[in-house]
């Protein structure tokens, strides 16, 4: 099975911010204040609804070139709430500064609900874990 992508984390002596190594790239994790973190980084549902929000802009800006389609300065908002039954919710609003007409915004939206993200959060993923060597 090709890997598709590969993440480390490392803890610091500041209760919960971490340092991740992602591909070639490093960043910081923590938890806000209020839940007992530094607020120094990205809690964990932030860095997914970003990854959800990235692979958004990228996937449609790809499909926008394609079609030669100018999207100028596009934007996505994006919000995770989780129901009373404990279910997570993502709503996602597009926004182009190009006037687009209707059937282009539709062929977009059709887009935006399968990029490989989406399809990813969608379906779920297996995940497994093991003991490593100390």
């Known amino acids: ?3 598709l992508s590969s ?10 911010l971490h340092h991740i190594r992602a591909g070639h790239y490093s960043l910081d994790t923590d938890e806000p204040k209020a839940l007992g973190g530094q607020g120094a980084g990205p809690a964990p549902f932030d860095l997914y ?3 959800l929000a990235a692979c958004t802009a ?3 800006r790809m499909y926008a070139q394609r079609k030669g389609w100018n999207l100028g300065e596009f934007r996505a908002e994006l919000n995770l709430t989780r129901d009373d039954d404990g279910k997570i919710h993502v709503h996602r609003v597009l926004h182009s500064d190009q006037p687009l007409s209707d059937e282009q915004w539709q062929r977009l939206l059709e887009i935006v609900a399968n990029t490989p993200v989406t399809k990813a959060m969608r ?3 297996e995940i497994t874990s093991a003991r490593g060597d100390s």
């Open 49 to 51: 609804i970003a990854s």
């Open 1 to 3: 099975m090709p890997r």
């Open 58 to 60: 990228i996937t449609l």
């Open 123 to 125: 379906e779920g993923a």
């Open 7 to 16: 993440a480390t984390i490392v803890s610091t002596d500041a209760d919960y």
